[in-house]
């Protein structure tokens, strides 16, 4: 088979048990994992397929036998836009499941440059290492020296190890200490800014003494059709900057942009937060991974108070989200210190904060006493005690230290039944973003049982819903002069969906309104759609926030990822044909998650009873959230059985039938 063009070229495996790496061209690994790039394109095609094959049975995620992937797609490093993003796959420390994560910044762009489309890391070395790609050679080094270091200082450390001659030459992917003292949820950062969060893909670096990947690369990436490509990436760049109601808000304040709509959220069922003005962060200018148009990064000072001289380039809404409903913090400057915190110490915001905020619940209920928190007084809003455990926890300090660094399900497997009773929310083990689901949007929150990566709000997206909930306020007409209700009617024709599809989501003629975001019309069939649209560009690989589930839904959508693709490859891919992509790769993971820890209807479910009580806020106050109704339409509409597993019939038609035995 040979490969189209858009691809590197190259496969590195590298295994540290035998001090091995072996470098292999993309078309044997094709015909090796039995891979037609164009059913599977890359990243968490890649990945799935890999893991599918190498580890086709449950394993304890902090072997030897697990592995580290990276894998870029034949978008990464190109002329398109936003190309600069790969995925870091493995077995998850949290679930035991699939698990992957992208990033970006410049390590995936540099990896393909060195001419490589996939990294794969197996085995355990005897003492810490780091492995060095430069270009096509790949060594193995020694990392005693920088064992203990925290991101920026192990990236620093490393590019003078390996003779950087300027600035940006060598990039790095990197664990910190929570890695090295295997946290469960540590996270990988790359070039200490950019992290493959919720993959727990720092814990499993940390189980192979493997501090850091580092890369060289000086080559180039052949191009199919090269002024097609720039045209068409021109193109839909200024498609998406005429049409995009909130850019202007966007590329002033990043994902900052959030705080307006965050601070109208329910916090933790505590109350409503009334700080809106705080979105005036301290920006000074933003920067952003390769061709991207509308960067996220911003870069932050603290000018004044405790925290004066803090420089974060970030501000992104998974820490100010967090950090806001989990935790207490409501002051930005010390979500900036929060921020650059929690990357030093490369842990997971979400899993760590929905720990902490698990143990704040659980004190107040008398089932942790001072006893088991080294004396502590646990509560929200307490930088000073923020700062303090958050090191226990990356450290494993102490009884606290070591409760949190297990994550929520330890816990509560830990502490018994009262503590299971008011757990927070977690499916599969893992939680997601906030305590309650009925305080969050309706599908938003639904993506959570049905992730292949468990508990998770990131693989389906539904900013709709949230413009609606009752609590919140229009949150744009500062910025667009419109009200939520106009700017949603408008976008709603934008949004690169066929015109029967929506009318069976959003009604005849379509429509989004309250009424709408109460309901559960077309619910189930808006969470298949986005999904698949979310495994799609997690195989091409782009970023999240140009595609059309983020922002108001008129970023790029799957007509435009064909048009830019094909450019690139030389194919004719099709509308249809990309979103089966999305089904396919999903449907695989679902598949491989049912065969190696029998996950199905089930497991489909959150933990403990929050969430299936009524509601004390939002607009299940006073309700009981129909979640196995809509699972029920969910698992029909994806044409899986009643438990929950992809039937022979589905599988037949998305072409994975004969690489399965698990069909029921
Ligand atoms: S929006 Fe942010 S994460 Fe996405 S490509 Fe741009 S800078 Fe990178």
């Not at 078309?27 to 990243?43: A, M, S, V």
């Not at 497997?413 to 499916?427: C, H, S």
């Not at 609606?468 to 007409?477: A, C, G, K, V």
Request: proline content about 5%; hydrophobic content about 40%; some cysteine.
């Amino acid at each position: 088979m040979s490969i189209p063009k858009g691809y590197a070229g190259n496969i590195a495996v590298i295994d540290l048990t035998n001090n091995e790496a072996q470098v292999i061209p993309t078309e044997e690994f094709f015909t090796e994992y039995d891979i037609d790039p164009r059913l599977w394109i890359g990243g968490d095609g890649f990945i799935t397929k890999i893991l599918w094959k190498d580890i086709p049975k449950e394993i304890d995620p902090l072997s030897p036998e697990n592995e580290i992937i990276i894998a870029t797609g034949p978008w990464t490093a190109t002329a398109a836009p936003q190309a600069g993003r790969a995925m870091l796959g493995c077995i998850s420390p949290e679930t035991g499941g699939f698990s992957s994560g992208s990033f970006g910044w410049y390590f995936p762009a540099t990896m393909k440059y060195a001419g490589f489309d996939v990294i794969i890391v197996r085995g355990k070395a005897e003492k810490p290492v780091y492995i060095c790609i430069d270009n096509q050679e790949i060594t193995i080094r020694d990392a005693s020296h920088i064992w203990g270091k925290e991101t920026g200082e192990t990236v620093k450390a490393i590019r003078e190890d390996v003779g950087e001659r300027y600035e940006g030459e060598v990039r790095v992917i990197s664990i910190s200490v929570a890695g090295e003292n295997l946290v469960k949820y540590a996270v990988a950062c790359s070039d200490a800014t950019s992290c493959p969060g919720r993959s727990g893909g720092g814990t499993v670096m940390g189980s192979k003494n493997l501090k850091a990947i580092a890369v060289r690369g000086t080559g180039e990436i052949q191009i199919d059709d090269p002024m097609g490509l720039l045209e068409s990436s021109y193109n839909a760049v200024n498609k998406f900057v005429e049409e995009e109601p909130t850019l202007t808000l966007w590329k002033e304040h990043g994902c900052t942009t959030s705080l307006s709509v965050t601070a109208n959220w329910p916090m933790t069922g505590d109350a409503l937060v009334e700080n809106r003005n705080a979105a005036d962060f301290p920006h000074l200018n933003n920067a952003g991974c390769l061709n991207c148009f509308a960067p996220c990064y911003h870069w932050l000072q603290i000018k004044d108070g405790v925290y004066a001289g803090t420089r974060q380039l970030g501000g992104h809404m998974t820490f100010i989200t967090v950090g806001l409903r989990n935790i207490g913090i409501q002051e930005p400057d010390v979500w900036i210190y929060f921020e650059r915190l929690i990357q030093e110490l490369g842990v997971d915001p979400a899993s760590f904060t929905m720990a902490y905020s698990y143990a704040v619940d659980l004190f107040v209920n008398g089932i942790l006493t001072k006893e088991d928190t080294d004396g502590i007084e646990l509560k929200r809003g307490d930088h000073e005690q923020i700062w303090d455990v958050s090191r226990r926890t990356a450290m494993r300090e102490g009884k606290l230290g070591n409760l949190l660094a297990d994550g929520v399900a330890e816990m509560a497997k830990k502490l018994g039944p009262e503590a299971e009773a008011i757990m927070p929310q977690t499916v599969k083990d893992k939680p997601s973003i906030q305590r309650d689901a009925k305080l969050q949007a309706l599908i938003w929150s639904f993506g959570a049982l049905t992730s292949a990566r468990g508990g998770d709000w990131l693989r389906l997206h539904n900013v709709w819903e949230l413009a609606f909930l009752p609590e919140n306020r229009d949150t744009y007409p500062e910025y667009t002069g419109m009200t939520n209700l106009e700017l949603y009617e408008r976008c709603l024709e934008l949004l690169d969906m066929p015109d029967e599809t929506k009318k069976k989501i959003f009604g005849d003629p379509p429509k989004v309104d309250r009424d709408w975001v109460r309901g559960l019309e077309g619910k189930a069939l808006f969470a298949k759609w986005s999904e698949d649209f979310v495994s799609l560009f997690n195989t091409l690989v782009t970023c999240m926030f140009g595609a059309a589930t983020q922002f108001m839904m008129v970023g790029f959508g799957p007509s435009t990822y064909a048009e830019i693709l094909n450019k690139i490859t030389g194919w004719d891919v099709s509308y249809d044909e990309l979103m089966q992509v999305g089904e396919r790769v999903l449907n695989l993971q679902r598949a491989y998650n049912n065969q190696i820890k029998g996950w199905d209807v089930k497991d489909d479910r959150f933990a403990g009873k929050l969430a299936y009580e009524e509601g004390e806020v939002g607009i299940y106050r006073g309700k009981i959230v129909p979640w196995d109704a809509i699972l029920k339409e969910y698992y029909a509409l994806r044409g899986w059985s009643p438990e929950g597993i992809p039937t022979k019939k589905k599988l037949a038609e998305l072409s994975i039938d004969a690489i399965l035995d698990v069909t029921k």
